[in-house]
């Protein structure tokens, strides 16, 4: 009997417990489904704003309007569900804020109002409408330079004041006493001061609208190269530093005015060898190597004219030689000296003349060959043809003049026996 009742428990228990257990998993996963579903992404609304009207006038021109309607147009906007419709209203309009106070109208009020054009579930279209009270534009009424370790400064307050583009009485731009900042901090970093910052402080004048400007520059300590390492070069050479001076005429008349300014720079700036570029040039092995056969064939060509000159010479007069006999008798006959003068140097120059011709033509025709080694000069320089033509049409003239001349002076007898 209590056997019977112990098993009727037990499996009363045992019921129990998967009932529970059934329940308590039902229930793990409606918390599951909850969680998951509460970390869904959440469906945001993009916002195009697809036009935007300046209304009423403001002190911005034509051209910064169009600047800042491109620039609002092109936001990435987005709203979420529970966000109010004119919630992305504030984002939008902070360029035109920021343009605004960039100019000095720090007072400026600008409100915008936006009109539905298309609602889609996914997408919202506007048309922005921008009002802006510009209030007063603020200027610059004083600047002040001072050290912030109470130090003086290393540049006088005139150097500094140059740094900046905004004078005294101008308006209080934004952007370009930013720019003057940071050319006040490259000042200072071109003499070692490459920490020096230049912090602005502003006091401002609500009822004048004129803001007074202090700037304090901690300047830190100057930094100085401690030594100069250029890898791959050899000892000497990592020592040493070159400068290269662009002159609008002869190189060594300003020697004087670049050791000058070196030691303006820095008196330890010492200034050696002052060599011009073109003296670099010739010491360089690579372009000796480019020269060289340049030289090599310049040196054949003057060795051929030459010997071209002296060939022209001997073979011209050795043939006016041999007509002395027929000279002799034309002067025997009662030729004139003069006409006979003439008849041996027409002949002559004729001779001369085609073989010049011919040497020029075969000339520019091989010249072409040598177009890559050329520098300065075309293969067909007409000054170094005609000079070579010129050159070789004198030496025919003297080859021909000479020995006619003294053929004509010998007397007609010795002539007629002149073998």
Same mark, same amino acid.
């Given at each position: 009997? @209590? ?21 308590? /998993? ?91 054009? &298309? ?30 370790? !109470? ?12 740094? &900046? ?7 209080? !731009?934004?952007?370009?006493? $930013? ?6 901090? $490259?000042? /200072? ?22 803001? !007074? ?20 070069? $050899?000892?000497? @050479? ?6 290269? #001076? ?34 670099? =040039? ?8 480019? $020269? ?39 002067? =025997? ?12 140097? %027409? ?8 073989? #010049? ?31 070579? =033509?010129? &050159? ?12 006619? %001349? ?8 010795? =002539?007629?026996?002149?073998?």
């Amino acid at each position: 009997m @209590a056997f019977r009742m112990c098993f009727r428990l037990g499996i009363v228990v045992l019921f129990g417990a998967m009932c529970s257990s059934g329940l308590a /998993y039902s229930q793990s996963q409606s918390c599951i489904d909850t969680a998951s579903a509460s970390r869904a992404p959440v469906q945001e609304t993009k916002i195009t704003i697809v036009s935007v009207e300046f209304q009423g006038e403001n002190p911005l021109s034509d051209a910064q309007r169009e600047e800042l309607i491109k620039h609002v147009r092109q936001q990435d906007l987005r709203i979420t569900p529970g966000e109010p419709d004119s919630s992305w209203v504030a984002e939008a309009l902070i360029p035109v804020r920021d343009a605004l106070h960039e100019r000095g109208y720090f007072k400026a009020d600008v409100e915008g109002i936006p009109y539905l054009a &298309l609602a889609q579930a996914s997408e919202r279209r506007y048309v922005l409408a921008i009002t802006v009270e510009a209030g007063p534009q603020f200027r610059l009424r004083h600047v002040r330079f001072t050290s912030a370790t !109470d130090s003086t400064l290393v540049f006088s307050e005139a150097i500094l004041r140059q740094q &900046l583009q905004p004078q005294e009485g101008d308006t209080f !731009d934004v952007t370009k006493i $930013r720019q003057g900042l940071e050319s006040i901090s $490259r000042l /200072y970093g071109s003499k070692g001061y490459i920490d020096a910052t230049p912090e602005p402080d502003t006091t401002i004048d609500e009822k004048s609208s004129r803001i !007074d400007l202090l700037i304090k520059v901690d300047e830190q300590k100057p930094y100085r190269i401690a030594k100069i390492e250029l890898l791959g070069l $050899r000892t000497k @050479a990592q020592n040493e530093l070159s400068y290269m #001076v662009r002159t609008a005429g002869e190189p060594g008349a300003f020697v004087g005015a670049a050791r000058v300014a070196l030691q303006e720079m820095d008196p330890q700036l010492p200034l050696i060898q002052p060599q011009s570029l073109e003296q670099i =040039a010739n010491q360089s092995p690579s372009v000796f190597l480019r $020269r060289y056969p340049s030289y090599l064939i310049g040196s054949l060509a003057a060795l051929a004219l030459v010997l071209a000159v002296v060939g022209l010479y001997g073979l011209i007069s050795h043939m006016v030689l041999q007509r002395t006999r027929e000279i002799g008798i034309r002067v =025997a006959l009662g030729a004139q000296r003069r006409d006979i003068m003439r008849m041996v140097l %027409r002949q002559g120059i004729r001779a001369t003349v085609a073989g #010049v011709t011919i040497g020029v033509l075969a000339g520019l025709a091989l010249t072409r060959l040598l177009r890559g080694l050329l520098y300065g000069v075309t293969p067909g320089d007409w000054l170094t043809f005609l000079s070579v =033509a010129l &050159l070789l049409l004198i030496v025919a003239l003297a080859a021909c003049s000479i020995p006619a %001349r003294r053929a004509t002076r010998v007397d007609p007898i010795v =002539a007629l026996r002149y073998e």
